[in-house]
């Protein structure tokens, strides 16, 4: 089976641990001990997490003397942030058409309103007048 690069990257990062240890290796190289320190599972559980970022290229592992290192290979992270850039500027693109779209609908919105609300206050104001007019001729029959 055929599995591209981004999907075993995307694979990879979907385990909340091995997304610490990407986070802890963003501040250098580590030893497997150093990554390992963090977590309350077993150095042989936090191994196979190590294989598996390793198996998606995330990380590259050295051996120096007894200890082994771990690093970030930045190629793996760059294409997922190129992946991602992509679908980032196809959503800024949409927001700014909703944007131009809602202030298009406001504007409208906006003309009808004052017209209407003025006619409505317009009225309201003449159905006053003729409430006062009718109040004061009941007063006028009433003396």
Known sequence: MVVDNLSST???LSDPTRRSIVDRLTGGPATVNELAAPFSISQQ???KH?????????????RDGRQNF???????????AEWADDYRRCWEKNFQRLDKLLAEMNTRRGQAGVG????????????ARVTKKQKQHKQKGKR
């Not at 771990?70 to 997922?80: G, H």
């Not at 209407?116 to 159905?127: E, H, L, M, P, T």
């Open 10 to 12: 995307f694979a990879a």
């Open 45 to 47: 559980a936090i191994s």
């Open 50 to 62: 190590l294989a598996y970022l390793a198996n998606a290229r995330l990380i590259e592992r050295q």
């Open 70 to 80: 771990c690093a970030l290979n930045p190629r793996a992270i760059r294409e997922v």
């Open 116 to 127: 209407g609300n003025a006619a409505r206050v317009a009225g309201a104001s003449a159905g």
